[in-house]
């Protein structure tokens, strides 16, 4: 079993995961263990006998996770025999002698839920009733750190009227929730974008998303979204010829994003720098190291470009 500080609330999810576990003779104290009013909506005979059912596809259980919510509240994530993640939550009494008030098991992802997006987005992905005519655009603000694609994005989103998505934002919004410790951030942020820039599109309105998008899947989800949705897609890829001006953006930026990073690291971004390859689709180049009304005025009219 994972170690954790050992609440309350844990001891008796310890027993629930037993009877997952398929421990022998487990269940024959459930009528004490379990609070009166819960065993009055499941009683403990029905209880024991649906975790007994249960225990043939997690037993023996493997615990993910164990964590503690306060000294009443307590989860655990288990796999079972297949490997399929599902969460057990349980809640106590405050008062001794701690029974269990609630308990319930989810998979990680629930089920009944509506389909995530699709990895790549074909005509019947976006709901008929709301389909766009084509007066909508997607923009994307691409580019490595530095670059000047948020002021660019911020600057044209003002001129055209469009929502800005900003990565960094979405990013530095996550980390009172553990945001800098969760794994795959940056698929959580395309996740995000995504999300936005689609709820969008259905409703016949456009958006500029300002993110590095290196990734070459994104890139293709992204464009494959704005086909089937009619869009006018639009790349503006920033890029700063000065190299002593983009350092000094990577290691003076001051931009005040909750949650988020100010300064940079020049030397992740060089190697970016060299990374980063061209996107399949047309693309506007833009040297934000010229004066930031042409940048700007050269954007939009690439954007609009066909309106």
């Not at 050992?6 to 263990?33: F, M, Q, Y």
């Not at 350092?247 to 970016?272: F, H, N």
Request: with cysteine; proline share 6%; glycine share 8%.
């Amino acid at each position: 079993m994972i170690e954790v500080r050992p609440t309350v609330a844990i001891r008796r999810l310890e027993w629930v995961l037993e009877g997952l576990d398929s421990k022998p003779g487990w269940g024959a104290d459930a009528a004490v263990v379990m609070a009166p009013a819960f065993a009055d909506v499941v009683p403990p005979e029905m209880f024991v006998n649906a975790y007994q059912r249960r225990a043939e596809r997690f037993a023996p259980v493997t615990v993910v996770a164990l964590e503690a919510d306060g000294d009443y509240s307590a989860r655990a994530s288990v796999a079972d025999v297949e490997g399929a993640i599902s969460v057990v939550h349980c809640h106590v009494e405050e008062a001794e002698p701690h029974r269990i008030t609630r308990t319930w098991m989810l998979g990680y992802v629930p089920d009944g839920l509506t389909d995530r997006l699709p990895v790549v987005f074909g005509v019947d992905d976006v709901p008929s009733a709301r389909a766009v005519d084509g007066g909508s655009r997607l923009v994307v603000m691409t580019g490595v750190p530095g670059s000047g694609k948020s002021t660019i994005a911020d600057e044209v989103g003002r001129v055209l009227g469009d929502p800005v998505f900003a990565m960094d934002w979405l990013l530095g919004a996550l980390t009172p929730f553990g945001g800098h410790h969760l794994k795959h951030t940056g698929e959580i942020a395309d996740e995000l974008l995504t999300t936005l820039a689609f709820r969008q599109l259905v409703a016949g309105q456009s958006s500029i998303l300002d993110a590095p998008a290196e990734d070459a899947a994104t890139r293709e989800r992204w464009i494959s979204m704005a086909k089937a949705a009619g869009a006018r897609l639009r790349v503006v890829h920033c890029v700063c010829t000065d190299l002593e001006l983009h350092r000094s953006r990577v290691e003076g930026r001051r931009r005040g994003i909750p949650g988020w990073y100010d300064a940079g690291d020049w030397g992740d971004v060089t190697t970016r720098m060299a990374a980063f390859t061209p996107w399949p689709a047309a693309t506007l180049t833009l040297d934000t190291s010229r004066p930031l009304a042409d940048c700007v005025a050269d954007a939009v009219a690439f954007i609009t470009r066909g309106t």
